[in-house]
């Protein structure tokens, strides 16, 4: 009997992954669609009246399955969660833009979730006048010296300039500038003490 290795196999996807694995909408629907066929079932199947020890082993089998049913429940809304999170520390970690890759593995609700959450940050940075995602050390300079990781053309600096970024090109920007392309993965620092 199969009953929730499916279920089972999306919590082990996302707890081996480091990010946050592709939505797979096939899979939950397919989890769902069978503790609702169980439910439904057992539901049709299953008189209140009777004494549980008379009853066949096959149903037996059934209403132990039934128990297992709300657990299941719990493990689907843990991956929700469980994902949630993992979007709430890249939203610290990489800011207010996904990387492309996680971005396309996230289903709408996942979406829409990640930028209300990057919303309310913002808000709430916005108020206290400050930005929480900076490092909250201060910094020994106030221009660094990065190199470009990947082409990404013109970028808005915080000041309100733009840079255009070219791979392998060495760059000195403001800290405030260059702390959101580190996070991003965009620049990396050089060290100019050599």
Same mark, same amino acid.
């Given at each position: &009997?199969?009953?929730?290795?499916? @279920? %089972? ?8 992954? $480091? ?6 909408? $096939? ?5 769902? @669609?069978?503790?609702?066929? /169980? ?9 209140? $009246?009777?004494?549980?020890? +008379? ?7 059934? %209403? ?19 994902r ?5 520390? &890249?939203?610290? +970690? ?9 971005a *396309?593995?996230? +289903?709408?609700?996942e ?14 940075s916005? *108020?206290?006048? &400050?930005?929480?995602t @900076?490092?909250?050390t ?10 470009? /990781?990947? $082409?990404?053309?013109?970028?808005m ?7 255009? /970024? ?5 760059? +000195?920007?403001?800290? *405030?500038?260059?702390?959101?392309l ?13």
């Amino acid at each position: &009997m199969e009953f929730g290795l499916k @279920a %089972r196999d999306l919590i082990l996807e996302l707890k081996r992954s $480091d990010g946050v694995p592709p939505h797979n909408d $096939d899979q939950l629907r397919r989890v769902l @669609a069978e503790v609702s066929g /169980l439910w439904e079932e057992i539901e049709a199947m299953t008189p209140d $009246d009777v004494d549980p020890n +008379s009853l066949p082993d096959g149903e037996k089998v059934r %209403r132990a399955l039934l128990k297992r049913w709300p657990a299941l429940a719990l493990g689907l809304s843990l991956l929700r969660e469980l994902r949630a999170r993992r979007l709430q520390r &890249m939203r610290w +970690s990489t800011g207010p833009v996904l990387p492309k890759e996680t971005a *396309a593995a996230l +289903s709408t609700g996942e979406k829409e979730f990640f930028r209300r959450y990057d919303s309310l940050v913002s808000t709430y940075s916005d *108020a206290v006048g &400050m930005d929480l995602t @900076a490092d909250i050390t201060p910094p020994t300079e106030l221009n660094l010296a990065v190199r470009a /990781l990947k $082409d990404v053309g013109e970028v808005m600096t915080v000041s309100g300039g733009s840079i255009n /970024l070219q791979m392998g090109c060495q760059y +000195s920007l403001r800290r *405030a500038d260059v702390d959101q392309l580190l996070r991003q993965g965009i620049v990396e620092l050089i060290d100019t003490e050599e």
